[in-house]
DNA sequence: CTGAAAGCGCTAACAT
DNA sequence: ATGTTAGCGCTTTCAG
């Protein structure tokens, strides 16, 4: 930049105005200058600029499980969206469901200053992260509560699993397993509730012999349903708790030949194509990821307030053209988005089955 | 961290070392800078670190389409592996296929002093990238080649293609349409290459009325696949060229409950359950990721030699147990994985159609 | 083993 | 409309 400076003559502060477009520089000065950046290939030091003015540097973290689920990549997606709007970028990273991992990211982002932090927590012991707080980077959570007080955007995961229990019990199924993912895991939790919750308005008994937890990729999935399929009193339909665990059922299920309805929680490109008819338990991670930037974004403009909690709804959808079709094909079933002030519901740290 | 020194009673420097594990520093006055540090909750300054130390700021910058397509999830995904286990962090844009976006974002990241970058280029015209270049920040081409003289890591999409033709032509079909991406996309026109020689070497003339370039989206996809459909002599299978025109023309021939056969470029989750027996293009888009970071990091240690141009291979794999069954279902085809020193085949400024 | 001084590239706060 | 001075938080260089 002093080279800048003196090669169009003029001070570094001249040069600076110019490349901030602030005002108050002689047009001709400025074009003087502009030529004098073009010729030496100048490009201003964003990390001196965050550094002296004030520290923002326009950028903002994102701690996911991972990227490669389609879930969290909808997620990012949305954040960007949101951050780009207003000139920042997103520094995205993969926890793997760690919290070693999920630590050290968190730690990285604010050593490199991000002005705040969107963070899918696993498991909880968030205590650490009071320092970051107290040094005022502001933190939202998605999709899952962490053990700290602060604005959270969830999804309504005991809505979504009692809709699609009840969908099913509907259509006439009294025995509907459940298959659903490591129990440190809020939404896993959450959504093991709404099952039992459906249940039990059914008037139909919790079975413990077809209820899975505990799985956590498309694998285990298979052969947690290999197993339901071979219990004694086999269940008619199976309420699978995620993406994975949905894809790792109905190939178990395809496989095995076997006649098992399914409603799976998260939606997913072709579920419409499917061999076997599928229900899905619809919702947005794109605007998931969207709020939560945008809560961010306002607590980085300094707004105040009490912790946001956003739960945001989901929808049943029947997908393909198969026997399960009937209430709730396409169209909206669950609360509209909502903005409520209480705490989060569910006791993060509560025992993992009812 | 003046605090942290004067609460010690040491030196700033001294600060530094314990901060950053350098020797020199006896273990009592090192604890009593960590108890320091501990009860301030200090927290280094990467931005000042950057800013003094030679510059390095441990990121990189990944520029893909969108992070919500599956393919660049995964490749951010294998980047990002790849830049963790080095304490790097990853920048992350979404272009859209947007060059004006694509510019915006590389420049921003260059501001904000990325290591290196990696693009995944839409379109030409990166001359200005001159300047980053000449400025020093590595530069790697994933998936499409740029047009600069950089290191590039492309998948085969000629072989990929010209398997996927052979493979339908195997099965006795004589016309077999393509559905191809928008021709000014480089990986759009290699497979239209592809499919082109694999007609020409099985003696089928090539009739550009059921070939279809210029589609982006599952819902353009899905219309011209219906007017494939409705040709005067329709093709009884058709080659897709990337996830996103796969779905789509699944959809329409399952809406029109047509009896095509279906090839696709790129491998997606649950492919083998689909009513439609499918046959895909793989291939490892986290590979690509992980080959075009570690390439960049030794760029970034400065190590020379000549652009490096990468080939990964495709292989064909049939999905679900469909009449299509046959040569080739499962086992690897296409070519082993090998470094070029040649110029990137086939000229990304080329016409879109042969 | 420890410390003092200089300065990375920039901008905020004052001059002029 | 432009320039000067100081200093963001750290590391490097050189002295103890």
Redesign the pocket.
Known sequence: ??EV?AAA?????????V??DE????P???ERVRAAIARLG????D???S?????RTHSIGLVIKDVANPFYSQIARGVEDVAGAGGGLVISGSSDEDPERERRLIRSLCERRVDGLLVVPCGTGHGYLETELALGTPMVFLDRPGDLDVDTVLIDNVGGAREAVRHLVAHGHRRVAFLGDLPKIFTARERLRGYAEALEESGIAYDPAIVRMGQHDVAGAGHVMDELLAVPDPPSAVFTGNNLLTAGALRAIRAARARVALVGFDDFELADLLATPVTVVAHEPADMGRRAAEILARRIRGEGGPPARVLLPTRLIVRGSGELSGPGSGEFIGPEANELSGPVAGDPNGPGCP
């Open positions: 930049m002093r400076a003559g003029v001070s570094l502060k001249t040069v600076s105005r490349v901030n005002a108050g520089v002689r001709d000065t400025a100048f490009q201003r030091n990390l001196a600029r550094l002296r003015g004030g520290g």
